[in-house]
């Protein structure tokens, strides 16, 4: 008998169509209706940062109005498709092959919106956007529910060292769900020469806007 496991196994793309209301706004997405493996498939699944910051937005619309942005760990892109019915232009972003290939389905839900592989790191996060034609630097970059781990927080701002202007901005939607992260967040974030202020906060999601000093 063959006992092996398909490479496959524990992996389903079997998308349903959701819509969510965004303050009177209905966005569509496909997105799995939960979370069913053991791999690092967390952007399959809408994460709740994601209708946060998508809310901020709606009442916030000069932060990203007529302007290119982009979106890192864009998961199922609620938030980044959100964002491109104000924006010039919008690209979704994720390091996951599969999370790739269900933005790629998503994409058509939005308004002028592209993909693109960017994966956090120090070493040359941008390579898939210069590939493509995009832009490689932004005034404005959206995140939601992209700090769970700690071990993430210095690749991702190294990624913003790539991927802001020189007064871009990171608006961050993060949910805290452990104080250590947290402490880790705030920590590390300045270290590697980012200021934080907080646009918003209720509960456990803080919406930040990080800088660099
Ligand atoms: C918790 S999900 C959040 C997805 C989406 N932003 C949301 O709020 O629904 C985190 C996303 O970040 C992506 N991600 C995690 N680590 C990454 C890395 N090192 N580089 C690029 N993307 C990463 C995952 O693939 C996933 O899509």
Request: charged letters at 25%; aromatic letters at 10%; hydrophobic letters at 35%.
């Given at each position: 008998?063959?006992?092996e496991i398909?490479e496959?196994?524990?992996i389903s793309?079997e998308?349903k169509?959701f819509t969510e209301?965004?303050?009177?706004i209905?966005?569509?997405?496909?997105?799995?209706p939960?979370?069913?493996t053991d791999?690092?498939l967390?952007?399959?699944?809408?994460?709740p940062?994601a209708?946060?910051l998508?809310?901020?937005i709606r009442?916030?619309?000069e932060?990203?109005?007529?302007?290119?942005?982009?979106?890192?760990g864009?998961?199922?892109?609620?938030?980044g498709?959100?964002?491109?019915?104000y924006?010039?232009?919008t690209i979704?972003t994720?390091?996951?092959d599969i999370?790739?290939r269900?933005?790629d389905?998503?994409?058509?839900?939005?308004?002028?919106?592209?993909?693109?592989w960017?994966?956090w790191?120090?070493?040359d996060?941008?390579?898939?956007?210069?590939i493509?034609?995009?832009?490689?630097?932004y005034?404005?970059?959206?995140?939601?529910?992209?700090?769970?781990?700690?071990?993430?927080?210095?690749?991702?701002f190294?990624t913003?060292?790539?991927l802001?202007?020189?007064?871009?901005?990171f608006?961050?939607?993060?949910?805290?769900r452990a104080m250590?992260?947290?402490?880790d967040?705030l920590?590390?974030?300045?270290?590697c020469?980012?200021?934080?202020?907080v646009?918003w906060n209720?509960e456990s999601?803080?919406?930040f806007?990080?800088?660099?000093?």
């Open positions: 008998m063959d006992d398909p496959n196994f524990f793309e998308y169509e209301d965004i303050g009177g209905q966005q569509k997405f496909y997105a799995l939960a979370a069913s791999y690092d967390t952007g399959q699944v809408l994460w940062g209708k946060h998508a809310l901020y009442d916030h619309q932060l990203i109005k007529d302007k290119i942005i982009l979106e890192v864009s998961g199922s892109g609620l938030c498709l959100f964002c491109s019915h924006a010039s232009k979704l994720d390091g996951n999370v790739m269900l933005l389905l998503n994409k058509s839900f939005g308004k002028n919106v592209e993909i693109a960017v994966e790191s120090d070493s996060p941008g390579k898939d956007l210069r493509k034609g995009l832009p490689e630097r005034e404005v970059v959206v995140g939601t529910d992209v700090v769970y781990w700690s071990n993430s927080i210095v690749p991702l190294k913003m060292d790539s802001l202007e020189d007064r871009g901005r608006i961050m939607c993060y949910t805290l250590n992260t947290y402490r967040l920590r590390l974030s300045a270290e020469g980012y200021r934080n202020k646009l209720e999601t803080y919406i806007e990080f800088d660099r000093q």
